[in-house]
Nanobody
Framework: QVQLVESGGGLVQPGGSLRLSCVAS????????MGWYRQAPGKQRELVAI???????NYADSVKGRFTISRDNAKKTVYLQLNSLKPEDTAVYYC?????????WGQGTQVTVSS
């Protein structure tokens, strides 16, 4: 089990950028994958980006070319760089740690894209 704390959300204008951080309470190198998910009001939680222990990444089609996931094992931190933000990116963003069939979640950070 691991505690995950997200930060970096906020209000940004369309076309703007944010960087989300997820700090873990223990080493993240043991996890099969770390990921970012999001949930907009009235919608199901969806995968945004994922990075596995080998550094391989995968993105939702809706964010490819705009978002970048990265990890710093020494800092026990996973990042999500959000560029060219759109109003439809508005959601609560959650950090996830996966180890086999076990998942841990952070409390989420709100991202609002609005003029």
């Amino acid at each position: 089990q691991v505690q995950l704390v997200e930060s970096g959300g906020g209000l940004v204008q369309p076309g703007g950028s944010l960087r989300l951080s997820c700090v873990a309470s223990r080493s993240i190198s043991i996890f099969t994958a770390m990921g970012w998910y999001r949930q907009a009001p009235g919608k199901q939680r969806e995968l945004v980006a994922i990075i596995n222990s080998g550094g391989r990444t995968n993105y939702a089609d809706s964010v490819k070319g705009r978002f970048t996931i990265s990890r710093d094992n020494a800092k026990k931190t996973v990042y999500l760089q959000l560029n060219s933000l759109k109003p439809e990116d508005t959601a609560v963003y959650y950090c996830n740690a996966n180890l086999g069939g076990s998942n841990d979640w952070g409390q989420g950070t709100q991202v609002t894209v609005s003029s």
